[in-house]
């Protein structure tokens, strides 16, 4: 079974600063992973997919994740902070077969 | 142009009513899917429909019907509304069955009183 957890449910940041939100899966097979961002009052849109092409995910707006099977972990990072990245943040595995498994998410606060 | 869109976008209603939301796509989409986002921001698949055809049925109760006249619309009917089904419920399409990538729409607020 599939399943996923996200460390900390809340993540400061003040603009400027690296982001990095943690993200550790569990699989029986090789994992598709993804991260998803949710501005509030809004649907989730895709940040970006691993499916086991590069290890290194570049995604939308300045995100990119790295997948590291040794540690089960497919981590979100940005180097550089923006107040509109202020928004929750979903990392999700499937394993095929429609199955999509949310972690309980992340909400990024960014301060001035 | 709303790729995945949802009405209503509020509902609010009393316990014991019935109610339903409305899903379409424009995506040309195979595959669509209702999930349930808790108070906790928790979100859990609760259907799956691919070309019409269930695929996926979450332990869900039964008071729960999907139903899909067609690839691009899966609506979701309720019964007999309780206040734990209170959430927010997003639909959402994939081209595929598989790992494709979901679209989500705007989510519909559910409040039960």
């Known amino acids: 079974a599939q399943s996923v957890t996200q460390l900390g449910s809340h993540v400061s940041v003040s603009e400027g600063a690296l982001v990095l939100l943690r993200c550790n899966y569990s699989s029986s097979v090789p994992p598709y992973l993804f991260w998803y961002v949710q501005y509030p009052n809004q649907g989730l849109q895709l940040l970006l997919k691993?499916?086991?092409?590069?290890?290194l995910v570049k995604g939308i707006n300045g995100f990119e994740a790295e997948f590291k099977k040794s540690e089960t972990s497919f981590h979100l990072t940005k180097p550089s902070a923006h107040m509109s990245d202020a928004a929750e943040y979903f990392c999700?595995?499937?394993?095929?077969?429609?199955?999509?498994?949310f972690g309980k998410g992340t909400m990024l606060l960014v301060s001035p | 142009d709303t790729a995945v869109s949802q009405t209503p976008k509020y509902l609010v209603t009393q316990m014991g009513n019935d109610k339903s939301i409305k899903c379409e796509q424009n995506l040309g989409h195979d595959t669509m899917y209702w999930y349930k986002q808790d108070s906790k921001k928790f979100l859990k698949i609760m259907f799956s429909?691919?070309?019409?055809?269930?695929?996926i049925n979450e332990t869900v109760p039964n008071r729960f019907s999907p139903k899909s006249p067609d690839k691009a619309h899966l609506n979701l009917h309720i019964n007999s509304l309780e206040l734990g089904d209170s959430a927010v419920y997003f639909c959402?399409?994939?081209?595929?069955?598989?790992?494709?990538?979901?679209?989500f729409g705007p989510g519909t607020r559910l409040t039960v009183l």
């Open positions: 691993y499916t086991s092409a590069a290890t």
């Open positions: 959402a399409s994939s081209r595929g069955r598989d790992t494709d990538t979901q679209y």
């Open positions: 429909y691919n070309n019409k055809e269930l695929i």
């Open positions: 999700a595995v499937s394993e095929g077969y429609s199955t999509l498994t």
